[in-house]
């Protein structure tokens, strides 16, 4: 196995290497390559000695990975971008849901392929559920990762922050409210650091680039639905579907929304739980593919069929073609 670390984070799995290595596993079995994608990256996905490749990152890092590996027909696993459509059905616990809609949101500042950042809320709920959402949104401590007490830190890059920002500036130009953050935290203790705040827009349209682009970022698109059927039609509006919520306080309406919702996962009154034993990944161009569970083995496996003849002979009668004797 050799593995490619994003290049702004191979410590982790430097780390795991030198664990594995100190716990007896033989050399050779777990390689890991730092470097960048273009360079250490694209050499993996073309070169013929590797036959398969598992790829998480981006859409269109996974579009490339695709033609290269076309060279050699590699078997691939992608799981790629998400929009993941969250919708706060009209009998929703309102506490429970705006609670579950942050951190399915700003987990990890946002940078999760999975999370939930296109709210779909109700109609008749809407605006008691924005004020909620707002409110539980203020109480959230910014600060050092490292600190217990801090419940969101930076991004990982200048890149990724710049990035960010040119997001929320778009949904200002296009017409969505910026309801809370919006920009960089203020104070001494931001000045250094990638840092972007919690960020909710309301009054957001289907069309708008928020709610149409993966930010990766802390950037949440609230869109109102005037009835559940507008709710799906706008959730499943997208060239993604790698996850989605529902939130509901009636298990089988929840479940009858969940079933017509076009995403590898789908989690009711919850975010983020996903579960080792069940497969995990994409519809549409969030990606190819399954990890995790048994169809995860399978993708890492090759079917064979062998036929052996016990019988001893061929049978003549079967084959009258193949076996007949040639005139002489």
């Known amino acids: ?37 273009p360079v250490v990256g694209a050499r993996l996905a073309s070169h013929p000695d590797v036959r398969k490749i598992a790829f998480t990152g981006s859409t269109a890092v996974g579009r490339e990975i695709m033609r290269l590996a076309a060279g050699n027909i590699k078997r691939l696993t992608l799981e790629l971008g998400g929009k993941g459509p969250n919708l706060v059905l009209d009998d929703a616990d309102l506490d429970l849901a705006a609670d579950g809609t942050l951190f399915g949101c700003l987990m990890n500042q946002g940078q999760a392929c999975e999370s939930g950042t296109r709210i779909i809320v109700a109609a008749g709920i809407y605006d ?97 639905a005037e009835s559940t059927e507008a709710a799906v039609r706008i959730a499943n509006d997208s060239e993604y579907g790698l996850s989605a919520g529902v939130w509901s306080t009636d298990d089988q309406r929840a479940l009858d929304v969940a079933a017509q919702l076009e995403a590898g996962t789908v989690w009711v009154n919850d975010w983020h739980m996903v579960n080792a034993a069940y497969p995990f990944g994409g519809y549409k161009r969030s990606g190819t593919g399954r990890e995790l569970g048994p169809h995860a083995l399978d993708e890492y496996t090759e079917e064979k069929f062998v036929h052996l003849d016990l019988s001893g002979r061929l049978d003549r009668r079967a084959y009258p073609l193949l076996l007949s004797t040639p005139p002489t």
Not at 1 to 15: R, S
Not at 16 to 22: G, P, T, V
Not at 160 to 189: C, K, W
Not at 207 to 213: G, V
Request: glycine content about 10%; proline content about 9%.
């Open 128 to 224: 008691k559920f924005t004020d909620r959402l707002i409110e539980r949104a203020q109480t959230i401590t910014i600060g050092d990762p490292l600190d217990p007490a801090t419940d969101f830190g930076p991004v990982i890059s200048a890149e990724a922050q710049a990035r960010i920002l040119r997001y929320i500036d778009s949904g200002v130009t296009e017409g969505a409210t910026l309801a809370y953050g919006g920009g960089r935290p203020a104070g001494p203790r931001f000045e250094r650091g990638f840092w972007v705040e919690p960020t909710i827009f309301t009054d957001v349209r289907n069309d708008m680039t928020i709610a149409r682009e993966e930010i990766f970022g802390p950037v949440l698109a609230v869109i109102r």
């Open 1 to 37: 196995m050799v593995i490619k670390p994003d290049e702004h984070t191979p410590l982790t799995l430097l780390e795991f290497a030198r664990i594995a290595q100190e716990c007896g596993l033989p050399p050779g079995v777990l390689n890991v390559v730092p470097g960048e994608g």
